[in-house]
Each structure stands twice: as structure tokens, then as C-alpha cells.
């Protein structure tokens, strides 16, 4: 497994600890104007947080946006309880966070604390989470992949340990720069967040990732730099690979009829093939589910890869 350094985790736990200390402040709070305007901190510097978009749909990227420090601010932030990150961009210093396709909707609050120069200071805004309707779709599995056997309850539940183990990596290095790419040259068939009612019953999962529509053999190629922390054939998504980005931000490719990488493969962005698409797991026949989670949140790799491309980091 790739494993994250002490040295900047530390550096966050102890801004983790300003955010505490800043909480507690009431005369720390931000100035909220409008919606979507920038937050203004009123003493001593022009430090200003602005949250785009500052209403986030349920399974939708956003960001945070600290402007008025120079590029050595030590920066951290929380947002329904998770870590957020920030790093420079030639715009101030954005910090990435995701509202869970089943997060609970209406306010939830983003703390963000800094360090520049000696000089510290926070922010506390609500993020409101709105409700997105992805719409149901209706597909037909083989009641064995429904009604598992207790062998393949078994495998199931081994798979699960070593996917959550995977889907909660937080190396604190960011791996990844500019624009995602699409991870093959397919379109895509069945968007995100869509609710699926497998064999006439509906699943209380939303599905938590973009399906390409893409043929078998069809080479899938990395969409950003970072790490192969997870490769294997699994019961529900088939050959699978988990790639960490670094700072919480993981993708992943499920139903492969290849795996061309490996754990702890250093692999660039545009690298291709990284594998190819199949039709192994639980499937209706063959396409790329390509899902993205960024600190635990599941959300629209679509969403995703836009905001990727206006970061100009
Ligand atoms: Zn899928």
C-alpha cells in the first residue's frame, strides 16, 4: 500500500488544532455577504474565503478559495468532518471538497484555518447541500448476483476490507496538476447518481460513478498522475484498479478484462493502457465504471474533471 509521511500530517494536525482553537472564536467568523461572494476577514490582512458554488448539489465537486496569502501559507480546512486540502494556484490557494451523493442535505459548515508569516487566522461558512434528482434506472443482473451465496458473501465482505482501506488513503502530497482526462474515448451511458432498481427492486446505493459505454479491449488510460494503490479481481467490480492522487482524491476503474498496472505503480498522466475494458464483476454487459472520491465523498466524475480544468494550478 502506498503509505502517506508523518512530517506534513503533522504540519495539518496541528492547523487541524487552529481550526479547533478558531472555532471556539466568535469574533473570528467571517463577514458572509451574498451567496457566492467572497467572505471578508476584517483584521489584520486581506485574507478573503470564497466558496464556489456556494450552493454544492449532493455528489458534486466545489471548492475553496483563500486569496491574500502568499504561496508558503500553511493552510487547512474540515468540511463535514473531512480534511480539506489546499495548494497554490495562480488564483490564490484553492482547497477541494465533495458533498457525498448521500450526504444530508441543507447547511454544513467548512472550517478553514491558516498560517502565513507568523499570522494566523480561520474561517467558518455554511455550505448549503442541495438535493439533485440523477434520475432510476432499470437493469437485469443474474439472481446469483443478487442473492449471493454464502461463499461469495464471504468474498464480498474480504473485498470490502481491502476497498474501504483503499477508498480512505490520505497521502498528504498532491500527485496530480491541470485537467483530468477522460479515462477512455467513449460516451458515457448511464451518469452518476442515478438510483438502479436491479431485478425490479430499487437499491437504496445511488450508483457512484460514470459508466462509458466503451467496447471490450477499449484501453483505459489514466486520467492524472498518481499511485496504483489497489489491483485486483473483485466480486462485484470485477478487475479493478484504485488509483490515489494524493490529499484524498482516488479513482477507480471496475469491470476491466485487464489489469495492465500494479500496486504501488508510480503511473503518469495519458498513460495508457492501464487496463481494458471488460465486462468481469457484476455487469450487464461491457463498459468502464469509472468513479471518483475525493476524502470519502462520492461524487460526478464529470463535475469533477470540469473543475479540474478552471483551477489553472
Ligand atoms: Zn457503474
Known amino acids: 500500500m502506498h503509505q502517506a509521511t508523518s512530517i506534513p500530517v503533522l504540519k495539518f494536525l496541528s492547523l487541524f488544532s487552529l481550526i479547533a482553537l478558531f472555532s471556539l472564536c466568535s469574533g473570528c467568523s467571517p463577514v458572509l455577504g451574498d451567496p457566492g461572494a467572497a467572505a471578508k476577514r476584517a483584521e489584520p490582512a486581506e485574507v478573503t474565503l470564497a466558496v464556489i458554488p456556494p450552493v454544492a448539489d449532493r455528489g458534486s465537486p466545489a471548492r475553496a478559495i483563500v486569496r491574500g496569502l502568499g504561496p508558503d501559507a500553511e493552510i487547512a480546512g474540515v468540511f463535514d468532518g473531512k480534511p480539506v486540502f489546499f495548494f497554490p494556484t495562480k ?3 484553492a482547497g477541494l471538497f465533495g458533498a ?3 450526504i444530508e442535505l441543507g447547511e454544513h459548515l467548512l472550517k478553514v484555518a491558516y498560517e502565513a508569516d507568523g499570522q494566523t487566522g480561520s474561517f467558518e461558512v455554511p455550505v448549503r447541500v442541495a438535493d ?4 432510476t434506472r432499470d437493469i437485469k443482473v443474474p439472481v446469483s448476483q443478487v442473492r449471493l451465496s454464502q461463499a461469495d458473501q464471504e468474498r464480498a465482505a474480504r473485498e470490502k476490507v481491502l476497498t474501504d482501506r483503499a477508498l480512505a488513503t490520505v497521502s498528504p502530497e498532491k500527485l ?3 485537467e483530468f482526462l477522460e479515462p477512455v474515448d467513449a460516451s458515457i451511458n448511464s451518469s452518476f447518481g442515478r438510483k438502479t432498481r436491479m431485478n425490479g ?5 445511488p450508483h457512484a460513478g460514470a459508466d462509458y459505454l466503451a467496447k471490450e479491449g477499449t484501453p483505459v488510460r489514466a486520467p492524472a498522475d498518481g499511485v496504483v494503490i489497489l489491483a485486483g479481481d473483485h466480486f462485484f467490480s470485477g478487475k479493478a484498479i484504485y488509483m490515489d492522487h494524493g490529499q484524498g482524491l482516488i479513482s477507480m476503474y471496475f469491470h476491466l478484462s485487464e489489469i495492465l498496472v500494479k500496486e504501488g505503480d508510480v503511473i503518469r498522466k495519458g498513460q495508457s493502457p492501464i487496463g481494458l475494458v471488460g465486462k468481469t464483476g457484476r455487469v450487464t454487459g461491457a463498459h468502464l465504471h469509472y468513479g471518483v472520491y475525493l476524502n470519502g465523498a462520492r461524487i460526478d466524475p464529470s463535475a469533477f474533471r470540469k473543475m ?3 483551477l489553472e494550478d
Open 91 to 93: 488564483n490564490g490557494h
Open 132 to 135: 439533485r434528482d440523477y434520475g
Open 100 to 102: 457525498d451523493i448521500m
Open 176 to 178: 496530480w496538476k491541470g
Open 308 to 310: 479540474t480544468a478552471s
Open 201 to 205: 427492486v430499487l437499491s437504496p446505493r
